[in-house]
């Protein structure tokens, strides 16, 4: 009897207009939706990748390595962290959404965020190749870049209490005077155990310094020029300061 | 065609094709989605005793499965549009089923609290078939006695392969779980149960 007067009252609620049924446009527009946002998402964590790519190839980071144990904490402390935390954020975002909310039938799983870390990284990387990064740091520097400008201003070159940049001046025997953007001069004491990973350098190099400094002068352990095209922090404007001394 | 539930003594209009045949459960669907309540109130018909069962094997107290059974055929009802006829409406509404039951098991227990599942993240592909055991009536009746003492991860896909009669894909289709997985759960389930059933 029970049964019989519920099944009743279903059927009255869906009489009476209770009970509607939503229209299929509800369903398309949600899968629309969800089609752009998978995109937008999708999208936006290849920029991040390739960004971070960009940085670390540009900025210098990767040469830290070429100074041994003493350049671990200067790498630790300059790597893109805040960047990598949003695209692992993006990357999960992702996963949920083709595989939780787009019906291919079962939540995520290590193979299928394997899967999407391999796209992601495919196509970021081919993005790190172009100069798409290095155009909008260009119009970043010039503020001409609305909303994203901020993040490559905000980069630059790595930030470390060991790490020094800018330009390398009154180069001599014994050490040279490092001009930061800030238009400040800070000798550079460089000795027998130095290191050069590229070679030496000469007047006008942009270079990075791995030091520490003492009654006002940086003694240096390693010295490293940034001539080629693709090291683009360190080229003209490309010092936006973050890593100069006193920041 | 006039066809009678005879437990509820309703009496549904439907038309048949011309070889007599009663419309499938996708068919009946379709008619749902133009508008045709009869065919709607048939395909209650024909599911709620299922999904009452279904219900009781997955909560601790079966009077609730009655309970939901009502909000189950509701939203059923409200989202039919978003079913394609081109597919099998039974993992479909088992699915909507299957989310309203955890539902109200989530309000009652943490055993339904699975944030973070090994067996989903790390699904294996091996798929081992004991269709052979699926028609077995010594296990059926194993898994129809000993389900309740088993854990839900286990004894929800055990009902529906053994109880319910649906596939691995089917069924990875309800839970939201890949394939893979729930090969895995069915042979662990029936390890598990067979252990406890020999016990008793």
């Known amino acids: ?247 | 065609m006039i066809e009678t539930n005879k437990r509820t003594g309703i009496v549904y209009n439907i038309a048949v094709d011309d070889n007599n045949i009663q419309p499938s459960d996708e068919v009946l669907a379709a008619k749902v989605q133009k508008g045709d309540v009869e065919a709607f109130s048939l395909l209650v018909s024909r599911y709620r005793q299922k999904l009452v069962r279904y219900g009781n094997k997955l909560l601790f107290n079966p009077s609730e499965a009655e309970d939901v059974i009502q909000e189950i055929f509701l939203k059923t009802y409200k989202y039919i549009k978003s079913f394609n006829a081109d597919k099998k409406f039974s993992p479909w509404i088992y699915r909507i089923a299957h989310n309203e039951f955890i539902n109200l098991g989530k309000k009652r227990s943490r055993e339904y609290l699975d944030f973070f599942d090994p067996e989903t993240f790390f699904p294996h592909f091996s798929l081992k078939d004991i269709t052979e055991e699926k028609g077995n009536l010594q296990v059926k009746e194993m898994v129809g006695e000993c389900l309740d003492k088993i854990d839900i991860k286990y004894r929800e896909p055990l009902a529906l392969y053994y109880l319910e009669g649906f596939a691995y894909k089917e069924i990875g289709e309800i839970l939201n779980i890949p394939t893979g997985t729930v090969s895995i759960r069915i042979a662990r389930g029936l390890a598990k149960l067979k252990i406890i059933c020999n016990k008793d």
């Open chain 1, 1 to 247: 009897m029970e049964e019989q007067s519920q099944e009743k009252q279903l059927l009255e609620k869906i009489k009476t207009g209770e009970a509607k049924m939503l229209p299929k446009s509800y369903f398309v527009g949600r899968t629309a939706l969800l089609v752009v946002t998978v995109f937008l998402a999708g999208i936006l964590a290849i920029f991040l990748f390739s960004f971070a790519v960009f940085y670390i190839s540009s900025s210098g980071y990767s040469q830290l390595s070429h100074f041994g144990a003493m350049g671990l904490p200067g790498m630790f402390l300059s790597f893109p962290w805040l960047t990598a935390i949003v695209l692992l954020i993006f990357l999960l975002i992702l996963a949920y959404l083709i595989f939780n909310s787009t019906g291919i039938g079962h939540k995520p799983s290590l193979y299928s965020i394997i899967l999407i870390i391999i796209v992601v990284t495919l196509f970021g990387l081919a993005v790190a190749k172009t100069s798409f990064h290095a155009r909008f740091l260009n119009r970043a520097i010039q503020n001409n870049l609305p909303v994203i400008g901020a993040v490559y201003r905000g980069y630059g070159i790595m930030h470390s209490d060991s790490i020094f940049s800018g330009t390398a001046t009154q180069v001599n025997d014994s050490g040279f005077v490092l001009e930061t953007e800030n238009g400040s001069e800070i000798p550079v004491v460089c000795g027998s155990n130095t290191r050069y990973p590229k070679g030496k350098i000469i007047e006008g190099d942009p270079v990075m310094v791995l030091g520490s400094m003492s009654d006002g002068k940086l003694s240096a352990y390693g010295v490293n020029y940034f001539r080629d095209r693709d090291d683009i922090y360190f080229q003209g404007r490309g010092m936006m300061g973050r890593g100069m001394m006193g920041n």
